[in-house]
């Protein structure tokens, strides 16, 4: 029963936001105690408790990108214009122009972009965040960060991660810029 109603969410889902949940559906259908361990990691990835909306999706993006080349990532750009980010914002996250950023924005996409690069000034970034927003703010980016992250590594080892393409802010296609070497 439980099952048959994930299977529903799922397909839901898949059709709300264009994405193929393919990975989550095999890992359902031959390991339900599995899927159901996973599943909670989908509320886990909305914990937010005091930072901006647009400051968490620029770190879940962030994340996105740095295990995906496409689906999972636009798929975290689309619930970010759902939740109100402003167009503009998520075009400069996906760009890494900072200069465009709005300041909780940069702020948040640098702490990410650090601890992704495991930079040397990654520290100086958790303190930036941590005196703004607290530690529960550090907390707030650490999840949407590595929520980010989880869901392509995971459609990646179950070799379901095969398809690239660019990402699209409302239609417009943005130039993707990975981070310099």
């Known amino acids: ?83 109100g980010v402003p167009k503009d914002q998520i075009e400069a996250v996906v760009r890494r122009d900072v200069h465009a950023m709005t300041d909780d924005v940069v702020l948040a996409f640098r702490f990410a972009d650090a601890v992704v690069r495991r930079s040397v000034d990654e520290d100086e970034h958790r303190e930036a965040i941590r005196t703004r927003w607290g530690q529960k703010g550090v907390i707030d980016l650490s999840f949407a960060l590595q929520m980010g992250r989880m869901f392509p590594m995971m459609k990646a080892a179950l070799g379901y991660a095969k398809e690239c393409r660019r990402i699209s802010v409302d239609g417009k296609e943005i130039d993707v810029v990975k981070q310099a070497a």
């Open 1 to 83: 029963m439980r099952s048959f109603f994930a299977r529903r969410i799922l397909h839901r889902f898949s059709q709300r936001y264009g994405y193929n949940t393919g990975y989550l559906e095999m890992m359902l259908r031959e390991s339900p105690a599995a899927f159901f361990k996973f599943a909670p990691l989908m509320k886990a990835s909305r914990h937010r408790e005091v930072i901006p909306i647009e400051a968490s999706l620029a770190a879940g993006i962030t994340g996105a990108k740095a295990e995906d080349c496409g689906p999972c990532a636009q798929l975290v750009v689309d619930m970010a214009l759902e939740a």
